[in-house]
T-cell receptor, first 115, second 116 residues
Framework: AQSVTQLDSQVPVFEEAPVELRCNYSSSVSVYLFWYVQYPNQGLQLLLKYLSGSTLVESINGFEAEFNKSQTSFHLRKPSVHISDTAEYFCAVSVPSGSARQLTFGSGTQLTVLP | GAVVSQHPSRVICKSGTSVKIECRSLDFQATTMFWYRQFPKQSLMLMATSNEGSKATYEQGVEKDKFLINHASLTLSTLTVTSAHPEDSSFYIC????????????FGQGTRLTVV
């Protein structure tokens, strides 16, 4: 079975400051890794994903995450945040075999960007 | 990208009644759909996985007679909360996959269920 740990439940940060949201996973097999963003009372939107290849993946709105196999981590970073980035962020994993779209989620990190 | 529509977005019902939530894939054929439940300030917990034309597979601890899942077509899955009680109040989210991709599922907007 897989598990995902998001160490920080809340991360407050000032606008235009950098941010890192941490994600560690545990699995006995190779995994796919995902970051999702959820705005209040809405579903989840895929932010970025790692399937294979380059360990650094980027989203269109400036976020990036790096897969580190030795540290079993997939931390999410942004060099300069905006007020509109305020949301809940979930890290998730799935396994390439079997039901690959079945996700195991972390507990989430509430990112609050302060003016 | 693929679009998944979930309806209704909010529903309030009386205790003891049943509520049906729909999850539709609008531009692809969803061979597999997933239903999640999310309590306030918590993560998503998988309730069940359904493949089109087959019975749903429920996660441990989820009552299949209470949460009825139907996936009769490649574009529609429904979750019916039967004899709802206040403790069933939660945010329910579906996701769907198919259309040739086995690496990603696409999420609906979620349904806020309040049982009074």
């Amino acid at each position: 079975a897989q598990s995902v740990t998001q160490l920080d439940s809340q991360v407050p940060v000032f606008e235009e400051a950098p941010v890192e949201l941490r994600c560690n996973y545990s699995s006995s097999v190779s995994v796919y890794l995902f970051w999702y963003v959820q705005y209040p009372n809405q579903g989840l939107q895929l932010l970025l994903k790692y399937l294979s290849g380059s360990t650094l993946v980027e989203s269109i709105n400036g976020f990036e995450a790096e897969f580190n196999k030795s540290q079993t981590s997939f931390h999410l970073r942004k060099p300069s945040v905006h007020i509109s980035d305020t949301a809940e962020y979930f890290c998730a994993v799935s396994v390439p075999s079997g039901s690959a779209r079945q996700l195991t989620f972390g507990s989430g990190t509430q990112l609050t960007v302060l003016p | 990208g693929a679009v998944v529509s979930q309806h209704p977005s909010r529903v309030i019902c009386k205790s003891g009644t049943s509520v049906k939530i729909e999850c539709r894939s609008l531009d692809f054929q969803a061979t597999t759909m997933f239903w999640y439940r999310q309590f306030p300030k918590q993560s998503l917990m998988l309730m069940a996985t359904s493949n089109e034309g087959s019975k749903a597979t429920y996660e441990q601890g989820v009552e299949k007679d209470k949460f009825l899942i139907n996936h009769a077509s490649l574009t529609l899955s429904t979750l019916t909360v039967t004899s709802a009680h206040p403790e069933d109040s939660s945010f329910y989210i579906c996701s769907a996959s198919g259309g040739g991709t086995n690496t990603e599922a696409f999420f609906g907007q979620g349904t806020r269920l309040t049982v009074v």
